[in-house]
């Protein structure tokens, strides 16, 4: 098959689709735009993109994205069996209509809520199929419930026993940001050999002695030395969002423990208590047996359905 997968992959999570569909021998383009860099050519010009959002919900930006995107469509010239896009509300309605001129298909997969990203919810009419990984919006809008996937994958016979740090978290500074701050005056309490990253370059946040604040992004490969080094994940869920993270998939592919505040992990096939732990975050308890108690293996069965070779597999049918 020709597929054309369209995503803003800032992270580099996405490109292990592209990898997947590959492997499996299929014709794969992956437009990545977050390589596309708008600027704004002046203060003005910011100003005039900010009334056209607010009084025409238009976006500078996201025209630019549609149109360097619809761009290399072209260029290809060749009808693709399957255009499937992540990130869709980054991109102009325009565009996104446009590409069903160079697909047989157009698939979008959403890893936000609508509650939490309501521009999401009005590209949905542009797409033959919707997947979401937030449930209720699976219910309530009628689309196909898909989780994220399982990125980076260690075999049993491979699992470390010693580690750098007993508990890892990485995280832009949001919401959760107080929160995650909360927590890292208690594991610092508890003794708790932690290492916390929160990312931060617009410098709201003081350098401080309960995590470590970074200016710049680091790579995927930078994030996973230091998860390959640690113990078990810390994942603290956003507000108005229950689809599970990236860290779930992480901790369950290399086979670590994982603390997170997210209670809906407890109804996916692949829970055991012994090896996720739920947390309160108004007051996070954290148990000494958990940090001495071996992680249990889950069953090939289970695990294997999140794997990226197979997750992919739903959007080739």
Request: aromatic letters at 14%; charged letters at 30%; one cysteine or more.
């Amino acid at each position: 098959m020709k597929i054309t997968l369209v995503s803003l992959d800032n992270w580099g999570f996405n490109s292990n689709i592209a990898v997947a569909l590959e492997k499996k021998g299929h014709i794969i383009r992956h437009i990545d735009f977050n390589e596309f860099k708008y600027k704004y050519t002046s203060f003005s010009h910011r100003i005039y993109n900010f009334l056209l959002k607010t009084f025409l919900n238009k976006n500078l930006k996201t025209i630019f994205y549609g149109e360097k995107i619809i761009e290399i469509l072209k260029e290809n010239n060749e009808i693709q069996d399957v255009i499937l896009t992540i990130k869709a509300d980054f991109i102009d309605s325009k565009s996104l209509l446009e590409f069903k001129n160079y697909t047989k298909k157009s698939i979008t997969f959403i890893n936000d809520s609508f509650a939490r990203c309501p521009k999401t919810k009005p590209v949905l009419k542009y797409f033959d199929e919707v997947y979401s990984f937030e449930k209720e919006d699976c219910k309530k809008y009628d689309l196909k419930f898909k989780t994220n996937f399982i990125y980076n994958y260690t075999k049993k016979n491979d699992i470390r026993s010693n580690f750098k740090y007993q508990l890892f978290n990485i995280s832009s500074r949001d919401k959760r940001t107080n929160t995650i701050l909360k927590i890292a005056q208690k594991l610092k309490i508890d003794n708790i050999n932690y290492k916390i990253f929160i990312f931060d370059n617009k410098y709201k946040i003081k350098e401080n002695e309960l995590v470590t604040v970074i200016r710049k992004s680091v790579s995927l490969n930078e994030v996973n030395e230091y998860i390959e080094n640690s113990q078990i994940l810390l994942d603290i869920q956003r507000k108005k969002q229950m689809g599970l993270t990236f860290r779930v998939f992480e901790s369950l592919g290399l086979q670590k423990k994982l603390i997170t505040s997210n209670e809906d992990v407890k109804n996916y096939d692949f829970y055991n208590p012994n090896n996720i732990l739920i947390i309160d975050v108004k007051n996070p308890v954290f148990p000494k047996s958990f940090f001495e108690t071996p992680y249990q293996n889950i069953p090939d069965e289970i695990l294997n359905k999140y794997l990226v070779e197979n997750w992919v597999e739903c959007f080739l049918n």
